[in-house]
């Protein structure tokens, strides 16, 4: 299985990204997550959409501000972020598991797929 993300760059602070991760398979069915590590930074989880019916969890610190989706037609799970922060600087990465997602779960390193990655800076 390999995920490949795309979309990253150079963005304004305040400004808006679209994040995509399609894959070699068919991503619905596997939960896909999003993560970031930023530099000198631990790895933290972003967001998660449940395979099948499509459930979705965010960590606290992108809540209100990130949206993830799945477009099945297209296999792309997105991550679209707005209203976005030089914190939010990192690199992105898309992951593929069987795992649960919701509550405390799905945004931990459970995964078992993981993609390379794509930069995103926020940056006036």
């Known amino acids: 299985l390999q995920l490949v993300e795309s979309g990253g760059g150079l963005v304004q602070p305040g400004g808006s990204l679209r994040l995509s991760c399609t894959a070699s398979v068919t991503l619905e069915d596997y939960t896909i997550g999003w993560f970031r590590q930023a530099p000198g930074k631990e790895r933290e989880g972003v967001s998660c959409i449940s395979e099948g019916y499509g459930g979705t969890n965010y960590a606290a610190s992108v809540k209100g501000r990130f949206t993830i989706s799945r477009d099945s037609a297209k296999n792309t799970v997105y991550l679209h972020m707005n209203s976005l922060e030089p914190e939010d600087t990192a690199d992105y990465y898309c992951?593929?598991?069987?795992?649960?997602?919701?509550?405390?779960?799905?945004?931990?390193?459970?995964?078992?797929?993981w993609g390379q990655g794509t930069q995103v800076t926020v940056s006036s």
């Open positions: 992951a593929a598991g069987f795992l649960y997602c919701y509550g405390s779960y799905g945004l931990g390193p459970e995964y078992s797929y």
